[in-house]
């Protein structure tokens, strides 16, 4: 092995060797910043690194992205590592034995009867007023055809004049 080489490898492992340790300096630094109260900050990103899969839904990480260390916000207590889905809904610390969409989805449908079917109500006749505003518009298409501006592109999907005009172009 040549002079070079040797330098190259050891100054290879040198870089990995930083990159790794302001890393770990870098992601401890963040916790404290926000507000994770733990004894071994050290044991923790160890563990926290060697974990490849949701410690509640047992999804595998797709990347580190993916892998987030969640706390209890009032107390700043470590909880779990978990995947990006779990962590943003919660769902393990609301639902301990498994989540059930369907449930969830009928459970909420109860309680909030009253203000969905006010916003359906509302959703309803605002986008009924952008639609009709929309298909009041005319336009004129680049084959010559004056059109519902709605209707253009079904008009160069299925015009005869349309697909003429394309073709001679």
Request: hydrophobic content about 20%; charged content about 35%.
């Amino acid at each position: 092995m040549s002079y070079h080489n040797y330098l190259k490898i050891n100054y290879d492992k040198y870089i990995m060797e930083i990159t790794q340790k302001y890393h770990k300096q870098y992601t401890i630094r963040s916790w404290k910043r926000f507000g994770l109260i733990h004894e071994d900050y050290d044991s923790l990103y160890e563990v926290y690194v060697k974990t490849m899969s949701c410690q509640h839904c047992n999804k595998e990480f797709k990347s580190t992205r993916h892998r987030h260390l969640d706390h209890d916000h009032n107390t700043g207590l470590f909880r779990k590592i978990v995947c990006a889905s779990c962590n943003n809904s919660d769902r393990y610390i609301n639902y301990p034995n498994g989540f059930d969409r369907k449930k969830y989805e009928k459970e909420y449908a109860e309680t909030h009867k009253e203000q969905l079917a006010k916003n359906s109500n509302k959703y309803y006749h605002r986008n009924r007023e952008q639609r009709l505003n929309k298909a009041s518009e005319k336009i004129y298409c680049e084959c010559g055809s004056f059109l519902r501006k709605d209707t253009l592109r079904r008009h160069k999907q299925t015009s005869k004049k349309h697909n003429e005009y394309i073709s001679n172009k």
